[in-house]
C-alpha cells in the first residue's frame, strides 16, 4: 500500500542496463588504468593470502593470455608438450606453468586434519579400531 502511494506509476529509475552492467565488468575482468583505479588498496601483493593470491593469479594469467591462444590453436593442452613441438618456447611455457600454479592456488580449499574437525578423532585407538571393526562386520553381512 506504502508503495503505491509513493510510486503511483512504478519505479521511475530502473536499475542499469545489461550493456552498462557487462562493460563495467570489463573494466575489472581485463588489466587496463580503470582496472588499476579501482582495485590499488584491495591487497598488498607481497602477501599470499586471499585477495592478494587472486590478484597475482589474475596477473600471471593475463600475462600468459596470448601463449595460451597459441597452445589452443594447436590444440594443446599441456604446455611440455608445446615445447616439445615447437609451439612455444620454453620460457613461455614456464610462463604457463606459473600462471597455471597461482590459479590452482587460488581455488584450492583448505585441508584440515581430521583431528581438527571433530571430536571423535582425539579418542583412542581402541575407539578408532572398535568402529573399524564394527563397519567391516556390518558391511560383510
Given at each position: 500500500?506504502?508503495?503505491?502511494?509513493?510510486?503511483?506509476?512504478?519505479?521511475?529509475?530502473?536499475?542499469?542496463?545489461?550493456?552498462?552492467?557487462?562493460?563495467?565488468?570489463?573494466?575489472?575482468?581485463?588489466?587496463?588504468?580503470?582496472?588499476?583505479?579501482?582495485?590499488?588498496?584491495?591487497?598488498?601483493?607481497?602477501?599470499?593470502?586471499?585477495?592478494?593470491?587472486?590478484e597475482k593469479a589474475f596477473l600471471l594469467v593475463t600475462g600468459?593470455?596470448?601463449?595460451?591462444?597459441?597452445?589452443?590453436?594447436?590444440?594443446?593442452?599441456d604446455w611440455k608438450e608445446a615445447v616439445k613441438k615447437g609451439?612455444?618456447?620454453?620460457?613461455?611455457g614456464e610462463q604457463i606453468a606459473a600462471a597455471q600454479e597461482?590459479?590452482?592456488?587460488?581455488?584450492?580449499?583448505?585441508?584440515?586434519?581430521?583431528?581438527?574437525?571433530?571430536?571423535?578423532?582425539?579418542?583412542?585407538?581402541?575407539?578408532?579400531?572398535?568402529?573399524?571393526?564394527?563397519?567391516?562386520?556390518?558391511?560383510?553381512?
Open positions: 500500500m506504502l508503495k503505491f502511494l509513493i510510486q503511483p506509476f512504478g519505479a521511475r529509475v530502473l536499475g542499469p542496463s545489461d550493456i552498462v552492467i557487462h562493460r563495467c565488468a570489463q573494466l575489472v575482468l581485463e588489466p587496463s588504468a580503470a582496472r588499476d583505479r579501482l582495485t590499488p588498496d584491495l591487497s598488498h601483493i607481497d602477501d599470499d593470502r586471499g585477495v592478494a593470491r587472486l600468459a593470455e596470448d601463449i595460451a591462444k597459441k597452445m589452443r590453436a594447436a590444440r594443446l593442452h609451439v612455444i618456447t620454453q620460457s613461455e597461482a590459479a590452482a592456488k587460488v581455488i584450492e580449499v583448505d585441508d584440515f586434519a581430521p583431528e581438527a574437525l571433530s571430536p571423535i578423532y582425539k579418542k583412542p585407538a581402541e575407539v578408532h579400531q572398535f568402529f573399524q571393526e564394527l563397519g567391516e562386520t556390518r558391511a560383510a553381512s
